[in-house]
């Protein structure tokens, strides 16, 4: 699939103090005709991230129609699992109720960071979430007992699927590190059953990281989207028939860096969505959102 890049349609320019830099992680939530709803994780003056939206018209996606004055999901307390940061992940919406995904940062000293899976919840109706509990609901544990990272959830019936980041090391740098993909299963998306399932692992050692999954099924096939570390973030792209065992087909992502400009250097964060029989894609560039999100859509 050849992607057709349509441009940056938002960066924060110092908004609000809680939103001074970066959109990093979109998410896209359907909210009536051609308006969607987008949300992202954009940072403070020391780094925290928050998690803001904005609402835009398909029809003009450069015309912003909002932007929220507060923050959607905000830092923890001193001491909780995402007292340095909250970051989106993905969004699950049910009949009655919204499900909204995401990470928790603390910073460490021994290693750079330690994250884990958090929730927030809403009516179906509604712009204001509360968090699920103080507590991840993934955590670090035996099967994951160093990070854990962007998850990626979709409701088969009564089967809640997910597909997360979770490191395999720490070194002496960043690039050291070994996140990949893996896959847990859950009956109500709260309470997570994960067996260290390596759904998509990483392909040599120049790669560092697998991150932020997005996933659809169509016509019998899982595809996947995700950002793969080298010497900086690429979207890939891999297909399934199962959902747990996967071939990567980067090759076939469709989509790369610019010769100039927001994304030139980087490519990452990929939430793909179909909208009017159009495949769209979101995503990032240079610096982990710290330029933006852009807009692409799919050549048909």
Not at 67 to 94: M, N, R, W
Not at 148 to 166: F, K
Request: charged content about 25%; overall charge neutral; proline content about 4%.
């Amino acid at each position: 699939m050849k992607w057709l890049k349509q441009g940056l349609i938002f960066c924060p320019d110092r908004n609000y103090d809680w939103m001074l830099s970066h959109a990093a992680n979109p998410v896209a939530e359907h909210i009536g005709e051609s308006l969607f709803r987008v949300y992202f994780s954009c940072r403070d003056k020391d780094q925290r991230s928050s998690i803001g939206f904005i609402e835009l018209d398909m029809v003009n996606p450069v015309a912003i129609l909002r932007v929220s004055s507060q923050p959607v999901i905000s830092p923890g307390e001193t001491g909780t699992f995402d007292d340095s940061g909250t970051s989106v992940a993905c969004l699950v919406k049910t009949r009655s109720k919204k499900y909204l995904f995401y990470v928790g940062w603390n910073l460490g000293v021994t290693a750079p960071w330690r994250n884990s899976i958090g929730l927030a919840t809403a009516a179906s109706d509604e712009v204001s979430f509360s968090k699920y509990s103080p507590a991840p609901i993934v955590d670090r544990s035996y099967m994951d007992p160093l990070s854990l990272s962007y998850p990626w959830v979709i409701r088969e019936g009564a089967l809640w699927r997910m597909w997360y980041g979770s490191n395999l090391r720490w070194g002496p740098g960043q690039k050291d590190m070994a996140y990949v993909i893996k896959y847990a299963e859950s009956s109500n998306g709260i309470r997570w059953n994960r067996q260290g399932v390596i759904a998509i692992g990483l392909e040599s050692e120049k790669e560092s990281a697998l991150a932020r999954p997005c996933v659809i099924k169509e016509d019998g096939v899982y595809k996947m989207w995700y950002s793969r570390r080298g010497e900086s973030y690429r979207i890939g792209y891999a297909e399934s028939l199962d959902g747990i065992s996967w071939q990567r087909k980067d090759a076939e992502a469709g989509i790369d860096v610019s010769t100039s400009g927001w994304d030139s250097e980087m490519i990452e964060y990929p939430f793909v969505f179909d909208h009017d029989g159009k495949r769209y894609m979101l995503y990032n560039g240079n610096d982990f959102g710290k330029t933006g999100v852009g807009l692409a859509m799919a050549d048909s």
